[in-house]
């Protein structure tokens, strides 16, 4: 997708969550929401989802997509990375990240967003999957980062 095409549709989206989320009190709410209308509005999200930690674990939450691992072995995969650095991670080849966790072989490219509660405590990540090698850059990462900032 164009750089500028890519900005304007997360500049739409993100207007469109503004409203949706505006009175939402549930953080699964918004986060189905979020996911729902990301993977429906971006044509490359092969797999957009949250993962949450659950008493250590990393565990599925809400999710569009293929079928996906429900539990991610601690402090392994793309995920794990994001909460451990506590920052949003790029890879724009799978095969190319040691540890990558592969719940689908059709996944090439991936980034992995922190969520972080009132306090700034990280309580999970964002993770979108692509079928294409290369499909995430800074602009992923601004509109997405942006995006989390409305779960309330
Ligand atoms: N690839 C991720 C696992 C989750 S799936 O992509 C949905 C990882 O390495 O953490």
């Given at each position: 997708m164009h750089p500028s095409t890519k900005k304007s549709r997360y500049d739409r989206i993100f207007d469109q969550l503004s409203g949706l989320l505006?009175?939402?009190?549930d953080r699964v709410s918004s986060m189905s929401t979020i996911v729902a209308l990301l993977h429906h509005k971006?044509?490359?999200?092969?797999w957009t989802g949250f993962y949450l930690l659950r008493d250590g674990a990393l565990l599925a939450g809400p999710y569009q997509g293929p079928l996906a691992c429900i539990r991610l072995k601690k402090d392994t995969g793309v995920c794990w990375a994001g909460i451990n650095r506590k920052e949003t991670i790029i890879v724009p080849?799978?095969?190319?990240?040691?540890?990558?966790?592969?719940?689908?072989?059709?996944?090439?490219s991936e980034i992995v967003v922190p969520l972080k509660d009132d306090g700034g405590t990280i309580i999970g990540v964002l993770d979108v999957d692509s079928?294409?090698?290369?499909?995430?850059?800074e602009t992923d990462r601004e509109g997405l980062e942006r995006i989390l900032n409305l779960i309330r």
């Open positions: 505006k009175d939402c009190p971006m044509d490359y999200f092969f080849d799978v095969h190319q990240f040691s540890g990558h966790i592969a719940c689908d072989p059709r996944s090439q079928r294409e090698k290369n499909s995430f850059d």
